[in-house]
């Protein structure tokens, strides 16, 4: 069984997952580069599949990689570059590495991209997506043939809860909770009432309790990349009052990582979030000092066995 | 687009139904359906039939000694149709 689900489900402490930078060349000792400032501290690393609509080294290549090094990978699939066909076998063929954890998503348009010529499948959507996975794990594939045996699969997904109808959000943690997720990385926000409220819902409507919901927070050490995060990526509003502080600090780069750090704590102390998900734009150590200032400790054993502390439905 | 449909879904002149519609897991795009009528689909309810697998169903017997030829290729793909996207017409 995962690190990541034998925590999701016991709940026994907060999970700490990561984002992976994206490779675009070299060979292991350059993902190994990259994988060893944060290994120590995370329960799970995400492989991802050609972020924001760019060609980079494959998901599942890195998931294996990633694997071959000692993490865990979640390995994402969105559903923008490869039509059912492909995702499916591309899921089946990382479980033969030992990479379980999958993580659905719809995926940016390619227009986001730089190559937004590109053509755009979508042949599922995120939801479809995780109700296929989820299928794969229990042993057949879309068309109902049978995989015996059937690969060891964790499935989850991804939410918006900054990006409008906020009040659709919840819903849709729903759907993505029925069709299978077992567990929610949360997209990055700077709004903590909206995550309070998005979270609230998840509690009241049962989510929470089956779904293990990681809030995202990011390492920056610019004005500059909360202003592109604010203008440029759907779903995330910074707020104007959040932009002032950072660019009026006297040192930006510590201002940026005490907002990171307060934004974390506040994620954690909100009954119904399992844990955090990192995305570390600063590469500076910023990572380990964020997980040390959270009183974190994922060196600790797990264990399956159920906690008591998971929420419940209201 | 989305977030207008999903706005117009909640209006009062909306059966209730409609706005149920929305929260529901939407199956796979059966991308054979292309080009057939709508209306027909519906009557006869083939709109609705979707794979075995994604109704949780498995089918038992062994696939594996099936024949499957990897070398099979179409000869020219705009002979195909369309299928769901446009096609850019290749160059």
């Given at each position: 069984?995962?690190?990541?689900?034998?925590?999701a489900?016991?709940?026994?402490r907060p999970?700490?997952?990561?984002?992976?930078?994206s490779?675009?060349?070299?060979?292991?000792?350059?993902?190994?580069a990259?994988?060893?400032?944060i290994?120590?501290?995370?329960?799970?690393i995400?492989?991802?599949?050609?972020?924001?609509?760019?060609?980079?080294?494959?998901?599942v290549?890195?998931?294996?990689?990633l694997?071959?090094?000692?993490?865990?990978?979640?390995?994402?699939?969105v559903?923008?570059?490869?039509?059912?066909?492909?995702a499916?076998a591309?899921?089946?063929?990382?479980?033969?590495?030992?990479v379980?954890?999958i993580?659905?998503?719809?995926?940016?348009?390619?227009?986001?991209?730089?190559?937004?010529?590109?053509?755009?499948?979508?042949?599922?959507?995120g939801p479809?997506?995780?109700?296929?996975?989820?299928?794969?794990?229990?042993g057949?594939?879309?068309?109902?043939?049978?995989?015996?045996?059937?690969?060891?699969?964790?499935?989850?997904?991804?939410?918006?809860?900054?990006?409008p109808?906020?009040h659709?959000?919840?819903?849709r943690?729903?759907?993505?909770?029925?069709?299978?997720?077992?567990?929610?990385q949360l997209?990055?926000?700077?709004q903590?009432?909206?995550?309070?409220?998005?979270?609230a819902?998840c509690v009241?409507?049962?989510?929470?309790?089956?779904?293990?919901?990681?809030?995202?927070?990011?390492?920056?050490?610019?004005a500059?990349?909360?202003?592109?995060?604010?203008?440029?990526?759907a779903?995330?509003?910074?707020?104007p009052?959040?932009?002032?502080?950072?660019?009026?600090?006297?040192?930006?780069?510590?201002?940026?990582?005490?907002?990171?750090?307060?934004l974390?704590?506040?994620?954690l102390?909100?009954?119904?979030?399992?844990?955090i998900?990192?995305a570390?734009f600063?590469?500076?150590?910023?990572?380990?000092?964020?997980?040390?200032?959270?009183?974190?400790?994922?060196?600790?054993?797990?264990?399956?066995t159920?906690a008591?502390?998971?929420?419940?439905?209201a | 687009?989305?977030?207008?449909a999903?706005g117009r879904?909640?209006?009062?002149l909306?059966p209730?139904?409609?706005e149920g519609?929305?929260?529901?897991?939407?199956?796979?795009?059966?991308?054979?359906?292309?080009g057939?009528?709508?209306?027909k689909?519906?009557?006869?309810?083939?709109?609705?039939?979707?794979?075995?697998?994604?109704?949780?169903?498995?089918?038992?017997?062994?696939?594996?000694?099936?024949?499957m030829?990897?070398?099979?290729e179409v000869?020219?793909?705009n002979?195909?149709?369309q299928?769901?996207?446009?096609?850019?017409?290749?160059?």
């Amino acid at each position: 069984m995962s690190r990541l689900r034998t925590l999701a489900e016991s709940r026994q402490r907060p999970i700490i997952t990561a984002e992976f930078p994206s490779i675009d060349g070299g060979n292991l000792d350059t993902v190994k580069a990259k994988l060893d400032p944060i290994l120590p501290y995370v329960d799970g690393i995400n492989a991802t599949d050609n972020p924001a609509a760019h060609a980079h080294a494959s998901n599942v290549s890195i998931a294996i990689a990633l694997k071959t090094l000692g993490a865990e990978p979640i390995m994402q699939v969105v559903c923008r570059d490869k039509n059912r066909l492909a995702a499916q076998a591309d899921i089946v063929g990382a479980a033969l590495f030992g990479v379980t954890n999958i993580c659905a998503l719809t995926g940016d348009d390619v227009t986001a991209g730089d190559e937004p010529q590109a053509r755009r499948v979508f042949d599922l959507d995120g939801p479809s997506l995780v109700k296929v996975a989820s299928g794969l794990g229990e042993g057949h594939y879309v068309s109902g043939r049978a995989i015996k045996p059937a690969p060891d699969l964790f499935v989850g997904a991804v939410e918006t809860p900054f990006g409008p109808p906020q009040h659709y959000r919840i819903e849709r943690a729903r759907i993505k909770a029925d069709a299978g997720a077992r567990f929610l990385q949360l997209q990055i926000g700077y709004q903590p009432e909206v995550l309070e409220t998005f979270i609230a819902g998840c509690v009241a409507n049962g989510v929470a309790a089956r779904t293990a919901i990681l809030a995202s927070v990011c390492l920056t050490k610019t004005a500059r990349a909360l202003n592109f995060m604010n203008d440029s990526v759907a779903g995330i509003t910074v707020p104007p009052a959040i932009r002032d502080r950072i660019s009026k600090a006297s040192d930006i780069p510590e201002e940026s990582y005490q907002l990171t750090l307060e934004l974390a704590r506040h994620a954690l102390s909100i009954p119904g979030v399992a844990g955090i998900h990192i995305a570390d734009f600063r590469h500076d150590g910023s990572f380990a000092r964020l997980i040390e200032d959270l009183g974190l400790d994922t060196s600790a054993p797990t264990s399956p066995t159920p906690a008591s502390t998971a929420p419940t439905s209201a | 687009m989305w977030t207008v449909a999903e706005g117009r879904s909640h209006h009062a002149l909306n059966p209730n139904s409609w706005e149920g519609h929305f929260a529901e897991l939407r199956p796979p795009v059966d991308n054979q359906l292309r080009g057939s009528s709508s209306w027909k689909n519906l009557l006869t309810k083939r709109d609705v039939a979707f794979p075995d697998g994604w109704m949780g169903i498995t089918h038992p017997a062994d696939s594996s000694e099936l024949p499957m030829s990897s070398l099979n290729e179409v000869d020219d793909i705009n002979s195909l149709d369309q299928g769901f996207h446009e096609r850019t017409p290749l160059s």
